[in-house]
């Protein structure tokens, strides 16, 4: 079974000694069929006066820590090795419920999923819906996997990935206005893209492996990444990455799944001193295969 390790290193610095707030760590991979943890380790310094785990509203696993030390530097350092069985691309066959668009969601699980369908942000002009609808074909239904599979690759071919050291998650008019955006953008523009067809789908935060054999490296390593989740009848919650054309779960490692980017953020706290102690935050994220560990060992 292939096996990735990945080391996430978050370092705080101030100017003076601060005081810490609670801070929230949801950086723990969601345990599922393609994915194990075997092992982790969080150390955090200076060390917090509390730490315990929760499961949020969406299942997600998340450390909350609680200081009682001042000083003038907080360093988050994770360790953690999990067994990732790559799920295949998935297959429909004229069978499915969800073969063509449009489709109906049982009733049973549509209340469930309404959040999931329904838009969350403004789309006054219809610009993001327009967007949407151009991947139907015209006067006949359309295969769901036709749309899904165009969605993923157009938003890849069509705009321009660039990193953004703002906070939070552009808007999905502004990724499309402007033809730009991050993996995160890239996510909730095509999540609000499905929504606006009546299709149910939600933010992945997590992890994406690169290996070094591919012909055109995955665009999103050396930090976190960010992609979709697109809830079908009778095929479950299926995995779409934007930013790198991917259909399924090669090389991508779940972290965190909710309804908004605003819920899945790896790690936020806060802490109590004036506004210019603050000094740099480096974040520095490997993620290797057992392969590359022992070829590194032998050098």
């Not at 665009?219 to 054309?245: C, K, M, R």
């Amino acid at each position: 079974m292939p096996l990735l390790t990945i080391h996430h290193k978050t370092e705080y610095r101030y100017n003076r000694p601060v005081a810490f707030g609670e801070h929230r760590i949801m950086l723990r991979p969601r345990d599922g069929h393609d994915l194990r943890v075997l092992d982790s380790r969080l150390e955090i310094s200076p060390e917090p006066m509390s730490l315990h785990w929760i499961h949020d509203v969406f299942g997600n696993s998340v450390a909350i820590a609680n200081f009682d030390e001042r000083a003038d530097a907080l360093f988050f350092d994770w360790h953690v090795t999990v067994e990732h069985n790559p799920v295949e691309e998935f297959a429909l066959t004229p069978d499915d419920p969800a073969y063509f668009y449009p489709f109906v969601y049982d009733d049973e699980e549509f209340p469930d999923l309404v959040q999931y369908i329904t838009p969350q942000y403004t789309d006054p002009d219809g610009e993001i819906a327009e967007w949407a609808r151009g991947f139907l074909d015209e006067d006949a239904p359309t295969p769901t996997f036709k749309i899904l599979s165009g969605m993923t690759h157009g938003i890849r071919k069509q705009f321009k990935y660039r990193k953004r050291h703002e906070l939070g998650t552009q808007h999905p008019l502004d990724t499309l206005q402007s033809g730009t955006g991050t993996c995160r953008d890239y996510a909730l523009f095509m999540i609000e893209a499905l929504r606006q067809l009546g299709i149910a789908a939600r933010f992945v935060s997590g992890y994406i492996f690169v290996p070094e054999d591919i012909e055109q490296r995955h665009v999103g390593g050396g930090s976190t990444h960010a992609w979709v989740q697109v809830y079908l009848p009778s095929a479950g919650w299926i995995e779409f990455d934007p930013t790198n054309g991917i259909v399924g779960t090669r090389d991508l490692i779940r972290v965190a799944v909710a309804r908004d980017p605003r819920q899945a953020i790896p790690l936020h706290g806060v802490y109590i001193g004036s506004g210019d102690a603050f000094e740099a935050m480096d974040v520095n994220i490997k993620v290797v295969s057992d392969d590359q560990e022992m070829e590194a060992e032998v050098l």
